[in-house]
């Protein structure tokens, strides 16, 4: 996983899961529920990651770990 890639998982983790049919059913209102305690830990995870990998391509351009940390 590379640092937009990163950056994308905390994003979808911090929107919350889909309201599914079966919950419509049970009368639950249409949206999303909100993220639960360790959704957003794991989102700042991925956004420190995020960080992380672009402060490392930004110092470190010719490092070849880094290069393959980050990923295309």
Same mark, same amino acid.
Do not use: K
């Given at each position: 996983?590379?640092g937009?890639?990163?950056?994308? !998982? =905390?994003?979808?983790?911090?929107?919350?899961?889909?309201?599914?049919?079966?919950?419509?059913?049970? =009368?639950? !209102?249409?949206? +999303?529920?909100?993220? +639960?305690?360790? !959704?957003? $830990?794991?989102?700042?995870?991925?956004?420190?990651?995020?960080?992380?990998?672009? $402060?490392?391509?930004?110092?470190?351009?010719?490092?070849? +770990?880094?290069? !393959?940390?980050? =990923?295309?």
């Amino acid at each position: 996983m590379n640092g937009p890639d990163h950056y994308r !998982e =905390g994003e979808r983790l911090l929107a919350g899961q889909p309201i599914h049919a079966d919950d419509l059913a049970r =009368g639950v !209102e249409p949206g +999303t529920w909100p993220p +639960t305690q360790m !959704e957003l $830990l794991t989102a700042q995870n991925h956004f420190l990651a995020a960080l992380v990998a672009v $402060l490392a391509a930004d110092r470190f351009p010719d490092s070849v +770990t880094w290069n !393959e940390v980050l =990923g295309p």
